[in-house]
């Protein structure tokens, strides 16, 4: 069983910054892409970051320039640096990842969500 754990959430003030993490444990061939998406109340979830095995990353028009997605192949981990955090970047913050299981077998697995809050 493949699990992705989340941490690095919390509350901070508007301007501030925090990174998140999401660690990938369990049996694991590989991992194509991370990705980042974030849901509000009331509001579907969306994606806020995405990146490839190659690196290739992918942003929301609302994060460009604010947000950087990076990772970890070696330890199966994905990063989501947060800068200039404004108080509509609130909301619950979920990683997801496309696990390959086995050379024919991929499966998309999603963490438990991390809160963030940004306060004005």
């Known amino acids: 069983q493949v699990r992705l754990v989340e941490s690095g959430g919390g509350l901070v003030q508007t301007g501030g910054s925090l990174r998140l993490s999401c660690a990938a444990s369990g049996s694991i061939f590989g991992i194509n892409a991370m990705g980042w998406y974030r849901q509000a109340p009331g509001k579907q979830r969306d994606l806020v970051a995405a990146i490839t095995n190659g690196r290739s990353t992918d942003y929301a028009d609302s994060v460009k320039g604010r947000f950087t997605i990076s990772r970890d192949n070696a330890k199966n981990t994905a990063y989501l640096q947060m800068n200039s955090l404004k108080p509509e970047d609130t909301a619950v913050y979920f990683c997801?990842?496309?696990?390959?299981?086995?050379?024919?077998?991929?499966?998309?697995?999603w963490g438990q969500g991390t809160q963030v809050t940004v306060s004005s």
């Open positions: 997801n990842a496309l696990v390959v299981l086995t050379s024919r077998t991929t499966t998309s697995v």
